[in-house]
């Protein structure tokens, strides 16, 4: 009896030592960009009383409401200086509890089900979305938490809470919420109205609140993008390009060039995986089959749509390879051999390679971009003047400017001005807005078309430079930052009065 208590508690002991085994990564201090962009809007809430990024203006500059919302909360809580590792290891530990939930649903040995949050917490993709500060962590564990509470024990409220929850932590989690309703109603044999009920809320409540409280259906950061980054291809182009990049982003090991044949080799292990697992009749498959259908889907469709920032795939990549993992661990027959070939040429090499690749750019974004933000900090005590830049994480928010990023997600004013004139949008920013400050890669004063202006009303201030940021009193450190350097060269400008 003792024995058997000791194995059904085992899962939630590897929930707590996963989280614990990984906060070592939180010192490398590799937190994504853009989780400032939602950092900012939360404490621009708290001292302005306004969802937004610039003071009193509203505007949706953050993807995820529910997120930005926590965020916000954690700035009440712990405030603004001591909020960022308290979330981190929150992040963290709802992403662990959403893998409890997932081990739960497709795995009967508490034994498996420990080592599968193990195993599963350790994979790259895992620790980014655990300490990268974005929402991915939050997203999981609602995802998990819906399937576990709505379908696995069938609880009613699940199905009336979850996608409300989900929707407003991303819109493009329809396509979550899609997948789900039409393996359940093929599975079943019926629709599940309440679920259609539930989903048609969610997302009226959403679109609503962006409409009342912003006067916009989608999120500007939806908008924005989709403004800058539409190249006009056709469908045999997007195709073309979908192949390109299929390597480098189905898979969790991204290497320079087109080509990735790691990653081709691990795909087809998936499916191999997966494949072998379904074929048993098992009530699990019904799970198995909607976080593999859901992670090839979602990821097809933003690869064609040419979405090629990294954490739209860090959750389709942890589901695809759930099944190798189910695989490994219900190997009867030389599972021993099977459990070390795993570790030594898969979970190894990807943890060392995650730990370089958190090392490296943790010193490109919290040694140096951060250092920009701080001196201008420093540097410019009127936190109402502006600046024009690109990206608007690192900088704007530990310099507290008024900011216009060059993609348009927290200023709406250069979406209108690409309206205009795409092709010298920039220009006519600069020119119309006059902002303060510029921070950009190139030497304004070549610039082919505009130099004589950036030379009349703009002076170089200060250069700043990725290789100033290689070196560290640890060697094997100093190596790593040599190794990989990250980061862009900065030129900073200021208008002259």
Request: charged share 20%.
């Amino acid at each position: 009896m003792g024995e058997n208590n000791i194995d059904a508690r085992l899962p939630i002991i590897f929930v707590a030592l996963t989280v614990l085994l990984k906060l070592p990564f939180l010192l490398t201090h590799h937190i994504q960009e853009d989780a400032f962009i939602t950092w900012r809007v939360a404490q621009n809430l708290l001292d302005y009383g306004v969802a937004g990024f610039n003071g009193p203006i509203k505007i949706s500059a953050s993807t995820t409401h529910l997120y930005m919302f926590v965020s916000f909360l954690f700035n009440v809580i712990f405030g603004k200086a001591n909020f960022i590792y308290p979330l981190l290891v929150f992040n963290s530990t709802l992403f662990t509890i959403g893998s409890y939930f997932l081990s739960r649903m497709i795995l009967k040995k508490p034994v498996h089900q420990a080592l599968f949050i193990l195993l599963f917490g350790f994979l790259p993709p895992a620790i980014r979305v655990s300490i990268l500060g974005m929402e991915y962590g939050l997203l999981f564990f609602l995802e998990m938490g819906f399937l576990y509470y709505a379908f696995f024990r069938n609880k009613t409220w699940a199905v009336w809470i979850f996608p409300v929850l989900i929707l407003f932590t991303r819109l493009d989690t329809v396509i979550f919420l899609g997948i789900i309703f039409i393996v359940d109603t093929v599975w079943n044999k019926k629709i599940r109205w309440n679920y259609v009920v539930s989903g048609a809320l969610g997302l009226g409540l959403l679109i609503s609140f962006n409409w009342f409280y912003f006067g916009e259906l989608v999120n500007n950061t939806i908008v924005a993008k989709k403004l800058a980054y539409y190249r006009g291809y056709g469908f045999g182009e997007r195709i073309a390009l979908f192949f390109r990049n299929f390597g480098n982003f189905f898979g969790m090991l991204k290497m320079p060039g087109n080509f990735n044949p790691y990653t081709i080799l691990v795909l087809l292990f998936e499916i191999a995986c997966f494949y072998a697992l379904v074929r048993q009749k098992d009530k699990r498959n019904f799970f198995l089959i909607i976080i593999f259908a859901f992670a090839w889907i979602k990821q097809s469709i933003f690869l064609y749509e040419l979405s090629y920032f990294d954490w739209y795939y860090w959750v389709p990549q942890l589901l695809l390879f759930a099944s190798v993992i189910v695989f490994i661990l219900e190997q009867e027959k030389r599972k021993y051999l099977w459990g070390a070939l795993f570790l030594l040429f898969y979970v190894l090499p990807m943890l060392l390679f995650q730990m370089v690749h958190s090392i490296a750019t943790g010193n490109g974004e919290w040694n140096y971009r951060r250092e920009i933000g701080l001196f201008l900090g420093k540097y410019e005590k009127d936190k109402n003047q502006w600046i024009f830049l690109e990206p608007a994480g690192f900088v704007p928010y530990y310099s507290g400017l008024r900011t216009i990023d060059e993609v348009g997600l927290v200023d709406k004013g250069v979406q209108q001005e690409m309206i205009k004139d795409k092709k010298d949008y920039w220009f006519n920013t600069v020119k119309d807005r006059k902002p303060k400050y510029i921070l950009v890669y190139r030497d304004l004063y070549q610039d082919p078309k505009h130099a004589e202006y950036y030379q009349e009303h703009y002076k170089l201030i200060k250069e700043f430079r990725v290789k100033d940021h290689l070196s560290s009193p640890y060697k094997i450190i100093e190596t790593i930052y040599k190794l990989k350097p990250s980061g862009s060269d900065y030129n900073l400008y200021q208008k002259v009065k």
